[in-house]
């Protein structure tokens, strides 16, 4: 069996675009974290921007669609990551890690870490090689969830995961970093940050979708694709979940969440 690790759960963008999915159709209140980043830029459009962990790099995407004639570089360290960015035209992606940067001091107008300082072992590190690339008065913009983001589905994944004896791998979340302790990292590194705090929740009036965003958690939990109680934990999950609908008749599944915008000029 594969122990499941970043290199594993980013071999694929698949995993990551089913909870994104997830998020965007349903949210308690309509709210894209793209938005709320694109808000704290304040982009004029000519900006050359580097995006560190950028994933599919959909956010750059859609950056050159509309119009955006600066640099947009898409860094990640997941090979499959890298290759859909490098297919996105406008788009320059670089494989390297947030931690050891491999560009020249001040060479971005912005910098921008979406949803993913909280895998990185170092966080300080990954705030200092932010700070450095970016030139002075540019603009940084990280955003990582509340603690108990989900903490509900978390939770059910995690206990079936246990019943067959699997457990969180280490090394692919790093707790320390969420909404409560950010606003101090960034001050250590930046000093004066601006905080911006969104508060929501899933929402699932039938079982399908959650059973589908319950999956997409599994390799945080131990269980990889090839593990063989995977399909019996499927199971299980698809069962808990559908006795729980069964026995809240009418009621939704509301899981909360929230994340946190932190924008310091550097
Ligand atoms: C949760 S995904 C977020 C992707 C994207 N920013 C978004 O919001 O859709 C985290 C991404 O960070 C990348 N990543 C993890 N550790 C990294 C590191 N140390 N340096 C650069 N990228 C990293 C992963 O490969 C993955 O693509």
Redesign the pocket.
């Known amino acids: 069996m594969t122990m499941p690790s970043?290199t594993t759960e980013?071999a694929s963008p698949i995993p990551?675009q089913a909870r994104?999915a997830t998020h965007r159709k349903h949210s308690e209140h309509p709210d894209d974290?793209s938005t709320a980043v694109l808000a704290a830029l304040e982009l004029t459009g000519t900006e050359d921007l580097a995006?560190?962990?950028?994933?599919?790099a959909?956010?750059l995407a859609d950056l050159h669609a509309a119009g955006h004639t600066g640099r947009l570089v898409g860094?990640?360290?997941?090979a499959a990551?890298v290759a859909a960015a490098a297919a996105i035209g406008g788009v320059t992606a670089v494989t390297?890690?947030?931690?050891n940067l491999p560009f020249r001091d001040g060479e971005f107008d912005a910098c921008t870490a979406?949803?993913?300082l909280y895998?990185?072992p170092d966080p300080l590190a990954?705030l200092s090689e932010f700070r450095r690339i970016t030139r002075t008065g540019g603009t940084v913009v990280v955003?990582v969830n509340h603690a108990r983001t989900c903490h509900y589905t978390h939770q059910l994944v995690a206990a079936h995961a246990r019943n067959h004896g699997l457990t969180p791998p280490d090394g692919m979340i790093n707790h320390t970093v969420t909404s409560e302790t950010l606003p101090d990292m960034m001050q250590n590194v930046f000093g004066k940050t601006i905080i911006e705090t969104h508060d929501n929740a899933l929402i699932f009036d039938q079982p399908r979708p959650l059973i589908t965003f319950a999956e997409a958690l599994f390799t945080f939990y131990g269980i990889a694709p090839d593990a063989p109680p995977r399909a019996q934990i499927l199971a299980d999950v698809t069962s808990e979940i559908e006795h729980w609908f069964a026995s809240h008749p009418g009621q939704a599944w509301r899981d909360p969440k929230g994340y946190t915008v932190a924008t310091a000029t550097r």
Not at 51 to 56: A, E, H
Not at 96 to 99: K, N, S, T
């Open positions: 970043l980013y990551l994104i974290p995006d560190i962990g950028c994933g599919d959909r956010f860094v990640d360290t997941s990551m390297g890690d947030a931690q979406r949803h993913m895998h990185v990954a955003v």
